[in-house]
């Protein structure tokens, strides 16, 4: 698919062509076997097809002439006239994905234009799936997946692997539509748990394509380390009814060993190369959690130095919420607090429920009841998610009971 | 396939002619650049948003207004027109020019007729 796609430019002709190559493959393979590269078959006789379309069609002579002089180019899997049962060699349409990645990912598409075009394409979600998973109407995201498309044609934007000196810009791209993909998953706001798992899934799944083949980019090794490096901990951040459970809280057995094992190993491959980055630094925080036997054994003061290294890449004040956590966990909670506190100023996260909760937390633990109370409150009125209302009225709870302990101490 | 180039910035002030020199041996530079290449189809500079009249017809009547068709910080104040294989090298270009440093560049991708001979009466018919 994603091979027809570069070489005819236009989505709608190489899904048609794919179409009719599966039926074509349906009516021939029963009777003369299955060809020894299914994949390269699948290629050939779907450009055939497509070939055949043009041809009658002439109002796309144009593309003709870019299918023939592609043709000449890799003639070995390409070349109209080659029996398609020889063709052994699959690397092209590995690459041909690679290709497709960066298109999808195109800085001149919207991002929420990308993240659909990617799951579609290269994904194995439907349009209605991702419509699901992203919580838009199905009529919505089917129109910006053909607006995407016509601009890919429309436009002219290219189905090829950046040149050197554009890949760094464009792969920070790529990466940063993966991530979205996975942390849409992951981060259970809302929908559907299964859906939620196959976002997770395509986002790993396409991580590794990414990775495997860009091996020199260490940020691209990174992200797939820090998916892998999350997604270990998932069984064990839901307690019964979809409860919301705290890494400090999680029963560190359920984790993923294998995965974690994998992710720890990609974050040494990646640090190796020596050019820094923010999924470098983002992974290698997740891999000191992942490898500690309990929360209190967490190498925090590492963390703070990682997350400070990071807020250079990422100065977001979400970054500077998470060091003021690991601050309070190294230091103690009145540092963390004061670090919060100073969060409020510039008012981006004034309406941050996980700012006012982190608080609550930090405020509980020194004791300070009511103002823990106030914190958490404040936080409930500022989040609709199930879970974390459950979590946080558990907390409101937990704290009354502590105060009155407090002051009828019997 | 050709891109429009159109550039778009705060109309030049009147009081610098030195800033104004500077700029044009900038873009003399960029001209060269495509021209050598062989890539440039058409570029030109325009006069001012204020020397600029707008003209619509309603009803048979020609009405005809002082300025801009839209009034705005940053307006058109100049276009090349260059051949690229594809948007990524169109960018390319677009970021050579010097007004894509204070405005921006717009790169509009201009329809070929030729390739697409069946769709021409529509869409001649429908612009």
Redesign the interface.
């Known amino acids: 698919m994603a091979t027809l796609i570069r070489v005819l430019g236009d989505f709608d002709l190489a899904e048609e062509a794919v179409q009719e190559a599966f039926i074509a493959a349906l009516e021939t393979w029963p009777t003369r076997g299955v060809p020894a590269n299914p994949a390269a078959w699948i290629t050939t006789t779907a450009r055939n097809h497509a070939i055949d379309r043009l041809r009658r069609q ?5 593309k003709t002439e870019a299918l023939t002089r592609d043709a000449t180019i890799d003639g070995d899997l390409t070349t109209t006239d080659v029996d398609p049962f020889e063709g052994d060699d699959t690397m092209p349409i590995i690459d041909d994905r690679l290709r497709l990645i960066f298109t999808c990912c ?1 800085p ?1 598409l919207a991002l929420d234009a990308r993240v659909a075009l990617t799951l579609r394409t290269l994904g194995g979600l439907t349009t209605p799936e991702i419509a699901r998973a992203f919580l838009v109407p199905e009529s919505t995201l089917a129109q910006r997946l053909v607006r995407a498309k016509r601009k890919i044609r ?5 189905y090829r692997v ?1 040149p050197i000196e ?1 890949l760094p810009e464009r792969l920070g791209g790529v990466l940063q539509v993966l991530y979205l993909v996975f942390n849409e998953g992951y981060a259970a706001s809302s929908g559907e748990a299964l859906i939620r798992r196959d976002l997770c899934a395509e986002a790993i799944r396409l991580g590794r394509v990414v990775a495997g083949l860009l091996p020199d980019e260490p940020e691209a090794t990174a992200l797939l380390a820090l998916m892998l490096l999350h997604d270990a901990r998932r069984a064990a951040r839901e307690g019964p009814g979809g409860a919301l459970i705290l890494l400090a809280d999680q029963d560190r057995s359920l984790w993923d060993a294998e995965r974690i094992a994998e992710g720890l190993a990609l974050v040494d491959v990646a640090v190796a190369a020596r050019r820094p980055g923010q999924y470098q630094l983002q992974a290698a925080i997740a891999a000191l959690h992942d490898a500690a036997p309990t929360s209190e054994a967490t190498d925090w003061h590492e963390i703070v130095g990682l997350y400070r290294a990071l807020l250079v890449y990422l100065p977001t004040p979400i970054v500077e919420l998470n060091l003021a956590v690991a601050v309070a966990m190294a230091d103690g909670p009145a540092f963390g607090l004061a670090m919060m506190d100073g969060l409020f100023d510039d008012g981006a996260l004034a309406a941050y429920p996980y700012l006012h909760a982190g608080r609550a937390d930090l405020l509980r633990r020194l004791g300070r009841w009511s103002e823990a109370i106030t914190a958490y409150q404040r936080a409930l009125e500022l989040t609709d998610n199930g879970p974390e209302r459950t979590f946080l009225e558990g907390r409101v709870e937990e704290v009354y009971v502590a105060a009155s302990r407090e002051s009828r101490p019997d | ?1 050709q ?1 429009a180039l159109l550039i778009y910035g705060q109309d030049p002030a009147d009081d610098d002619p030195d800033a104004g020199m500077a700029e044009i041996a900038e873009y003399d530079r960029f001209t060269g650049h495509v021209r050598d290449r062989g890539v440039l189809r058409a570029g030109e500079a325009l006069h001012p948003s204020t020397m600029a009249t707008t003209v619509r017809v309603r009803d048979g009547q020609t009405l005809t207004t002082d300025g801009p068709f839209a009034e705005t910080k940053e307006v058109l104040g100049g276009f090349y027109i260059v051949e ?5 090298e ?2 390319t270009y677009a970021a050579m020019i010097p007004g894509a440093r204070n405005g921006a560049v717009e ?1 509009r ?1 201009i329809v ?1 007729f030729s ?5 021409m009466a529509d869409a001649s018919g429908a612009s």
């Not at chain 1, 002439?58 to 144009?62: D, K, S």
């Not at chain 2, 690229?84 to 990524?88: F, G, N, Q, R, V």
Request: glycine share 6%; net charge negative; charged share 20%.
């Open positions: 002439r109002v796309l002579r144009a195109h001149a429309d436009a002219g934007i290219p950046p554009l | 396939m891109y690229a294989a594809d948007l990524d169109a960018i790169i991708p070929d390739a697409m001979p069946g769709a």
